[in-house]
């Protein structure tokens, strides 16, 4: 994923505990699967060289022979009617919408890690397609976006950093785009 995103999903996972490894691709997670054993996998659907879909079901075609089963949460900037069931059907046990909401985390790795019906059914608003996107993309709340960051103060200055960091890239990108 995005360095932010990574870095506000690191922080979150570590702040209560949990060890992590980063795959940048569906063909790393695969190897990183290979060579070591998980609890549980956060995977994003978009990412280049395999998407997190085709990564979640070779690894689900892998339980088959191992009768396993590792929990596998999607991550996506998709909230539209009807994403969530699609990765359900994908082999996800639960999901959360970009950006990841430390809430939103914490009940989908609930349900995923320890149930909530078949398929991660749930009727928690932190997994379904309710995440709050009506927000302007010009109003900002710190706030809002610290409470979204678990109120770690530390992590809302590194996502700054790393946003102050990358828009100049980003602009440029725009700009060649609209050229």
Not at 6 to 27: C, P, S
Not at 82 to 93: P, S, T, Y
């Amino acid at each position: 994923d995005k360095r932010v995103n990574q870095a506000v999903a690191t922080a979150i996972l570590e702040k209560r505990g949990h060890t992590l490894a980063i795959a940048n691709n569906g063909v790393e997670a695969l190897a990183l699967l290979r060579r070591e054993a998980f609890d549980l996998v956060l995977m994003d659907v978009q990412m280049p060289q395999m998407d997190g879909l085709t990564a979640t079901q070779r690894i689900r075609v892998g339980e088959k022979l191992t009768n396993a089963h590792l929990p596998i949460i999607a991550l996506t900037a998709y909230a539209m009617k009807g994403d969530r069931e699609r990765f359900i059907a994908a082999g996800m046990d639960a999901y959360v919408s970009k950006p990841i909401n430390a809430a939103s985390l914490e009940a989908a790795m609930a349900i995923a890690l320890y149930g909530a019906g078949a398929g991660g059914q749930s009727n928690s608003p932190n997994t379904l397609e309710s995440e709050d996107k009506s927000e302007s993309a010009v109003s900002w709340s710190k706030a809002q976006t610290l409470e979204k960051l678990g109120g770690d103060d530390n992590l809302l200055q590194e996502v700054i950093g790393i946003f102050l960091e990358e828009a100049p890239k980003h602009l440029a990108a725009l700009r060649l785009a609209l050229e």
